[in-house]
């Protein structure tokens, strides 16, 4: 399946980004006998080969050699950038929408099948494709133990994550963080190795190492140009495109393509994601074992506009976090393993937008308002209390908060004045262009998107299948 | 698939390497001048010098966007010919500058993330051969295959 070996034309749709989205369209409009590209500007790492080092994994997995910030540089933006795109470096959680998130998608964009009932059925399909589980009770680690406790000691509600994995082999020892970097047992429910192994053994075809630059639509055929990682250009078409490469991807192609659209790249969303860290007197180890276990399931959260969960990072991402540089930073590092954490991710309300540069490059126009701040504060403060109620010596709180929820920029609606995509995911300005990855999300739903992406895909992928 | 392997791999080329990026010696200078102001010796953990960078900057550097990495560069070169104390000043300013609102801290956080992200990213990936850091700081992560 090297390039020279794959057609660049021919093809019933070429779909734009390997991720949860991309993958699953992919996986289906292959099933249904259409003959599909798929194109990732990430390589393509396997069990074996996914980098060891928290050097590499930044540098070979992430755009921007690990990290790209907004104007303001106060958000640190994580998107992959790798065959399987976010289902290779997260942290695989698997949550259906509720009824606050899909009613306001619904006042948003006045589409109607923005309901439990109504997406049950894809989000079920999934599930058929992705095994899941929530993390045994004796393979939870001390800082789990500390979520959970503090969430007793101060009356919040909490419950268990729910992860896309399978078989982990806990009781070998396996420590989940290193799977933040690709999972080498193959027990992450990624993209390789559920649709898109399928998919390869039903005939789809995929280039990685491929960036797509520019986009257009002549005679009824989409034609992706770009460049490959080796500098060598190329040029794939097909009778429709898929554009499922992000918030910053999607937005990045079509405006330096030319689309004019006045909204794309605009209404863009991350759930900014705060860590604060707590120093213990006793070893916490946050590393060991299944190092994420819970999320708060508190209805009072909710409606205040955060969640919190307990989280943790490898050594690289956790220096990052601290404060100041030299002895000060060496004081704390050196007691990394009596480090707990918590992090509060904010469902913010303020749209952020998506431009380009005169060089192409994605800028990230994205701040916080009065709104995002009073539930990032009220966050904050549970975590405190947290803390404070189960004996840590002392609270940090992240030196930067994070956005890896990448959402909007194309936004799904019923008004084409203020949406980009339709509600069959056709883009209103060229008919034969899809959006089918969380760009077309509406808003922030405040919760983790990866199930909905993988499920609205399936969705679109009904949209895409009818024009054949 | 027809794959016998114990873990699932798609027929697929692995992955490109970017184009390398040159250092010069000034830019390892001014590397090896910051790294003793972020990661000093100190009597639990090795020196930033012990690590020997210079082998695994292009790991990082190569993969950056060319303008960011541009920049680094400049900034690189100019540590070179900084006295220490003058590199300490500035990180320090750094941090200060670095927690203003706005875009008026704009610059100073970009310059935190990518002179500690340098230093940083280096030394807690244990890269050498004989690994010692992770060690240091309780961090012995792992996965059986």
Request: glycine share 8%; with cysteine; proline share 4%.
């Amino acid at each position: 399946m090297e390039k020279d070996k794959i057609n660049s034309s021919g093809y019933d749709v070429v779909i734009v980004g390997s991720g949860c989205s991309g993958s699953f369209v992919a996986w289906k409009l292959n099933k249904a006998g259409l003959n599909c590209l798929l194109l990732e500007a990430g390589s393509y790492f396997h069990a074996e080969s996914y980098p060891r080092k928290e050097l590499d994994s930044n540098s070979k997995l992430y755009w921007g050699g690990g990290i790209e910030l907004n104007t303001e540089a106060n958000i640190g933006i994580l998107r992959p950038k790798v065959l399987g795109g976010g289902s290779i470096v997260n942290q695989a959680l698997l949550d259906r929408f509720d009824d606050l998130a899909f009613d306001s998608w619904t006042n948003e964009s006045g589409i109607e099948y923005f309901n439990q009932k109504d997406l049950a059925r894809y989000y079920d399909e999934v599930e058929e494709v992705i095994a899941s589980q929530e993390i045994p009770a004796k393979f939870r680690n001390r800082n789990a133990a500390i979520f959970e406790q503090g969430f007793t000691n101060n009356g919040f509600q909490c419950a268990p994550l729910v992860r896309a994995q399978k078989d982990c082999k806990y009781e070998d020892g396996n420590d989940c963080v290193e799977c933040l970097g690709g999972c080498r047992i193959d027990s992450k429910q990624s993209m390789p190795v559920t649709v898109l192994k399928d998919a390869v053994d039903n005939g789809l075809k995929i280039v990685a190492d491929f960036e797509a630059l520019n986009l257009s639509m002549e005679k009824g055929r989409g034609i992706v140009s770009g460049r490959f990682t080796n500098g060598e250009s190329g040029e794939f078409s097909g009778k429709k495109i898929v554009l499922a490469a992000s918030s910053i991807g999607n937005a990045r192609l079509l405006l330096n393509s030319g689309f004019k659209h006045p909204m794309i790249g605009r209404k863009f969303f991350t759930h900014p994601q705060h860590m604060v860290l707590a120093l213990y007197e006793e070893a916490v180890n946050s590393h060991k074992g299944a190092f994420q276990g819970f999320k708060s399931n508190d209805p009072n959260f909710r409606k205040s506009g955060f969640k919190l969960e307990n989280v943790y990072a490898p050594p690289v991402a956790i220096a990052m976090l601290l404060p100041g540089f030299g002895r000060t930073h060496q004081e704390i590092m050196r007691y990394m393993s009596h480090l707990a954490c918590v992090e509060v991710a904010v469902r913010d309300t303020n749209p952020g937008r998506i431009t380009v540069n005169k060089a192409g490059r994605a800028i990230i126009i994205k701040s916080l308002n009065k709104e995002d701040r009073i539930r990032w504060n009220k966050g904050l403060h549970a975590i405190d209390n947290i803390f404070n109620s189960t004996g840590a010596k002392r609270i940090i709180p992240g030196s930067i908060p994070i956005g890896l929820h990448l959402m909007g920029g194309c936004s799904i609606g019923m008004d084409s004045n203020t949406a980009v995509v339709d509600q069959d995911f056709r883009m209103y300005e060229n008919q034969d262009i899809y959006v089918t990855d969380s760009s077309l999300f509406p808003n922030a739903p405040g919760i983790n998107p990866s199930f909905t992406i993988m499920a609205l895909s399936i969705k679109a992928s009904e949209s895409i299948k009818k024009e054949f | 698939m027809g794959n016998n392997n114990k873990y699932i791999k798609l027929p697929l080329p692995d992955y490109q390497e970017p184009k390398k990026t040159v250092f010069t010696r000034a830019h390892l200078k001014g590397v090896e001048k910051l790294g003793r102001v972020v990661m000093p010796e100190d009597s639990d953990f090795p020196a930033f010098s012990e690590i020997g960078a210079e082998k695994y900057l292009n790991r990082m550097v190569d993969y950056m966007y060319e303008d960011d990495k541009s920049a680094i560069l400049i900034i690189l070169k100019l540590f070179s010919i900084m006295p220490q104390i003058i590199i300490k000043w500035t990180m320090s300013l750094i941090e200060t500058g670095a927690k203003w609102q706005g875009m008026l801290g704009a610059p100073f956080r970009m310059l935190r993330i990518a002179l500690k992200g340098l230093i940083f990213t280096v030394y807690y990936s244990d890269v050498t051969e004989n690994q010692t850091i992770h060690s240091k700081i309780g961090y012995d992560a792992k996965i059986v295959m």
